[in-house]
């Protein structure tokens, strides 16, 4: 009993420090985001109104024109990270963990990483000198177009973070038992049908977790499409996003009013869409990837 109590008082003692430090700068701010949302402020005062900014960010005129617009766009913007970077990420774990690439591993591997350790400010600077129409690879405006403007930004950004979910896959393959492995080659099976029927299921659960935080990072976007475009990211908002919306709504830009209210609206929408579908992914999804895990 005592040894009991002890460990929970060192629990308490080393863990306290970092969730006060937790506490501090994420859950009571996202509290008070939330409880701002209900509120409407002007002349000094503050009028609960319930759901009614959620109402008026939903179905007023050029506001809900915006919100729709930039909730289209990031789902646009996810869509392009799911379906590029997770399979490219897939592929290079696979190859660093063939016998093809044995030798060089390590220098491919570190090779491979570098764009997520860049600066998005840097990524963004570099990539628009190699597509700029006048002195670039390409003669056509990819960021003038708006057509064009927001999967260029999210190839962009896909270059940039494809080395995390290679990391990630990287290690959960090479976790894989040498006994599974040489089993399923006495069984007579090739290289690539040992990848599909016997080490994708069993990575099947981080391949799983890598989407969802996919989703979650996405949904948060924010930097490069401000470090392209601003606040207000042309042309014509086809590549604003929520985060940008918010940031514009809150603090006022680009002629935009500073409206704190509707601001914490905008950013408690994103919440709860992160909130909910996250929590459908654990509930539905992961139960059954794990079945799978080893």
Same mark, same amino acid.
């Given at each position: 009993?005592?040894?009991?109590?002890?460990?929970?008082?060192?629990?308490?003692?080393?863990?306290?420090?970092?969730?006060? *430090? /937790?506490?501090?700068? =994420?859950? +009571? $701010?996202?509290?008070? %985001? !939330? @409880?701002?949302?209900? &509120?409407?402020?002007?002349?000094?005062?503050?009028?609960?109104?319930?759901?009614?900014?959620?109402?008026?960010?939903?179905?007023?005129?050029?506001?809900?024109?915006?919100?729709?617009?930039?909730?289209?766009?990031?789902?646009?913007?996810?869509?392009?990270?799911?379906?590029?970077?997770?399979?490219?990420?897939?592929?290079?774990?696979?190859?660093?963990?063939?016998?093809?690439?044995?030798?060089?591993?390590? *220098? /491919?591997?570190?090779? =491979?990483? +570098? $764009?997520?350790?860049? %600066? !998005? @400010?840097?990524?963004? &600077?570099?990539?628009?000198?190699?597509?700029?129409?006048?002195?670039?690879?390409?003669?056509?405006?990819?960021?003038?177009?708006?057509?064009?403007?927001?999967?260029?930004?999210?190839?962009?950004?896909?270059?940039?973070?494809?080395?995390?979910?290679?990391?990630?896959?990287?290690?959960?393959?090479?976790?894989?038992?040498?006994?599974?492995?040489?089993?399923?080659?006495?069984?007579?099976?090739?290289?690539?049908?040992?990848?599909?029927?016997?080490?994708? $299921?069993?990575?099947?659960?981080?391949?799983?977790?890598?989407?969802?935080?996919?989703?979650?990072?996405?949904?948060?976007?924010?930097?490069?499409?401000?470090?392209?475009?601003?606040?207000?990211?042309?042309?014509?908002?086809?590549?604003?996003?929520?985060?940008?919306?918010?940031?514009?709504?809150?603090?006022?830009?680009?002629?935009?009013?500073?409206?704190?209210?509707?601001?914490?609206?905008?950013?408690?929408?994103?919440?709860?869409?992160?909130?909910?579908?996250?929590?459908?992914?654990?509930?539905?999804?992961?139960?059954?990837?794990?079945?799978?895990?080893?």
């Amino acid at each position: 009993m005592k040894r009991t109590a002890r460990s929970y008082r060192n629990l308490i003692l080393f863990s306290g420090p970092a969730l006060v *430090v /937790y506490a501090g700068f =994420l859950v +009571i $701010p996202l509290i008070a %985001s !939330v @409880v701002l949302s209900f &509120f409407q402020s002007g002349k000094g005062t503050s009028t609960f109104v319930g759901f009614g900014n959620y109402v008026y960010l939903f179905t007023n005129g050029s506001t809900s024109e915006r919100f729709w617009n930039a909730l289209v766009n990031n789902f646009e913007f996810f869509g392009v990270h799911l379906l590029v970077e997770l399979p490219i990420g897939l592929l290079m774990a696979a190859l660093l963990t063939s016998s093809t690439l044995r030798r060089s591993r390590g *220098v /491919y591997r570190t090779l =491979l990483f +570098i $764009p997520a350790t860049l %600066s !998005v @400010v840097i990524v963004g &600077f570099v990539w628009r000198l190699i597509i700029n129409p006048l002195w670039g690879i390409v003669d056509f405006p990819l960021l003038g177009d708006e057509n064009t403007a927001l999967p260029t930004i999210a190839l962009m950004s896909v270059w940039e973070y494809v080395g995390i979910p290679m990391i990630f896959l990287y290690t959960a393959l090479i976790a894989i038992p040498d006994d599974i492995l040489e089993a399923a080659k006495l069984d007579g099976s090739n290289a690539w049908s040992t990848f599909w029927r016997v080490k994708f $299921p069993l990575i099947a659960p981080q391949f799983g977790l890598i989407a969802i935080l996919t989703y979650i990072w996405t949904f948060n976007g924010f930097d490069i499409i401000y470090a392209l475009n601003g606040s207000a990211p042309g042309p014509d908002y086809s590549t604003d996003i929520l985060g940008t919306l918010f940031y514009r709504t809150f603090f006022g830009s680009s002629g935009q009013v500073a409206d704190p209210d509707l601001g914490a609206t905008v950013a408690s929408v994103v919440f709860f869409l992160i909130l909910i579908i996250t929590a459908l992914y654990f509930f539905v999804v992961q139960r059954r990837l794990k079945n799978y895990e080893l």
